[in-house]
């Protein structure tokens, strides 16, 4: 893909982007097939292309890479171009717990708006690119371009619904279902298979975002691999009866 080939560039830097570079920087937003997801979402073309000229692309991030850190203050947000990526904390005990993980098209770095330092990590779980917008540029532009506003609010919203829905009082296998089921529409919004999925995380990090144990969430793929609902080699998942899971997991959404 020829986002993975861009290096990091910016057009407000020192250095002159190549003519390879500047094009992609242009046609970051405008032809990017995700922009009906992402923060360009129902912005006038005009506005589209002032954006645009935030926008500086990054890839290739490789696999355990991080794009920030807990206390690292904030200078860019992220939008994922490709690949996965998985926000999480370190508690005092040193245990993990993961937050989200982020597809293309999707925002990372929200967290860090109201503090201004991030409050969480981000790290690439497969080789993935992301585009860079600069927080103090789009914050600006922002005041200028009601739409943009309204875009920004829509996804601290979703972030913020996300956690709710973690929160709530919910079976291991609604927990599941539910995880398959939203991991589903968000590929299939994406112009992916919305039965195969190729899992970028570990169950380990499924069970732990989920609030379950591994050994649970490996019982309900099993339980639901014998039932028929779902079909699993390693970490590709076949989801064979999509009007069951729904059934099992209408109550749990979340992504």
Known sequence: MLFFEARRTRLSGTATPSPLNLYQLRRTCSTCSLSELCLPMGLESGDMQRLEELVALRGPVNEGDHLFRVGDPLRVLYAVRGGFFKSYLVEANGREQVLGFHLP???????????????????????????????????????????????????????????????????????????????????????????????????????????????TVSRVFSRFEQDGLVSVDRREVMLRDLEKLGQIGRCFTVG
Not at 110 to 129: F, G, M, R, Y
């Open 105 to 215: 098209g999707e925002l990372i770095g929200l967290d860090a708006i109201w503090p201004e330092q991030h409050q969480c990590n981000a790290v690439a779980l497969n080789t993935a690119s992301v585009c860079e917008l600069p927080y103090a540029g789009l914050s600006d532009l922002g005041r200028q371009v009601p739409g943009l506003q309204h875009s920004m609010l829509r996804l601290l919203s979703k972030e913020l619904a996300l956690s709710h829905s973690l929160a709530g009082d919910y079976s291991a296998e609604e927990r599941v279902a539910g995880f398959l089921l939203s991991l589903s529409s968000r590929m299939k919004a994406r112009g992916h298979s919305e039965t195969h999925l190729t899992l970028a995380m570990s169950r380990r990090d499924i069970a732990n975002y989920l609030r379950l144990a591994t050994e």
